[in-house]
């Protein structure tokens, strides 16, 4: 018989079955755990997404006081050059070159005042006295539309042209890595309408509140993280899917758009596509089919 001296100086070990059992469970628990954190993430990544509309809402709010009215939103600038809504939203927040809007602007591709005759956005002393930033530099997320899209892939758009970028950053095909342009539209308060069939133009709304394509040469195009020529489309580029997804279902007797009497931002969310399910906006967005 062993002493008992010698069974109780004998080493306990982990047999190969307790080991494996151990190791089971671990990646269970990692396998529950994971998912879990990745949707907390993306819940706190939507809350600074809305966080950056609000601060955005505030800034045009006081725009609207100073002002009289919010930014313009047309695709075309008043010399018929593509400037879409977004550029035109940054623009009002910052200036064409991030030092703040100026009072005499016309909303210019070419940063030209009304007569087209002066450079309002050049940094002379007189333009940079008058200048107002309504936007801090540090809440802006601004980007060139070059460090988004990549250099000779921006048109019909300048390269140069400052656009708000949402919170979404990812590595574009530039080699920077940014958010997708934050899309404006204002309100057209003397029409009625929320209806595709209208046929909007780039030019006349045709009678609805919103006009789709005050930002639809950009959202053309495509997803900047993809290959050139091999983009695909974003969801928002058809007319119906932007006024389906934009309608006040609350107003059940009427065809009528969130924010009518206002203005509405979009962000493409996660995914980074605008007119899908996870868009982020200035209004409870609510993906319909």
């Known amino acids: 018989m062993k002493s008992i001296n010698k069974q109780s100086n004998r080493k306990a070990a982990f047999t190969i079955i307790e080991l494996l059992t151990v190791m089971s469970i671990i990646v269970i628990l990692i396998s ?57 939203l940054c623009e009002a927040m910052m200036g064409r070159d ?96 929320h209806d595709p069939n209208a046929a909007p133009t780039r030019q006349d709304n045709m009678g609805n509140i919103y006009n789709y394509w005050d930002n639809q040469d950009l959202v053309g195009l495509g997803k900047p993280w993809e290959d050139p020529g091999k983009s695909s489309p974003h969801n928002l580029s058809k007319p119906v899917r932007f006024y389906r997804n934009t309608r006040n279902t609350e107003l059940p007797t009427a065809r009528r758009p969130y924010k009518a009497e206002e203005y509405i931002l979009i ?11 996870d868009d982020i906006c200035n209004y409870e967005w609510k993906y319909r089919e």
């Open 32 to 88: 529950l755990l994971v998912p879990s954190l990745n949707m907390a993430r993306r819940y706190a990544k939507k809350l600074t997404q809305k966080n950056q509309l609000r601060t955005i809402g505030i800034s045009v709010e006081f725009f609207n006081s100073e002002f009289d009215g919010y930014p313009p939103c047309g695709a075309l600038d008043g010399a018929g050059q593509p400037y879409c809504g977004a550029m035109k």
């Open 98 to 193: 991030l030092l703040g809007y100026h009072p005499d602007s016309a909303f210019r591709a070419d940063g030209q005042d009304f007569v087209g005759t002066r450079n309002i956005y050049l940094p002379t002393p007189e333009n940079l006295n008058a200048r107002i930033p309504f936007l801090q530099l540090d809440n802006a997320n601004a980007y060139r539309m070059l460090d988004i899209y990549g250099t000779g892939q921006t048109a019909p758009f300048l390269e140069n042209s400052f656009v708000l970028c949402d919170v979404y950053t990812r590595e574009m095909r530039s080699g920077k890595k940014t958010g997708m342009p934050i899309l404006y539209y204002k309100a057209e308060t003397s029409n009625n309408l």
């Open 267 to 277: 962000s493409a969310g996660y995914d980074g596509e605008y007119g899908t399910a």
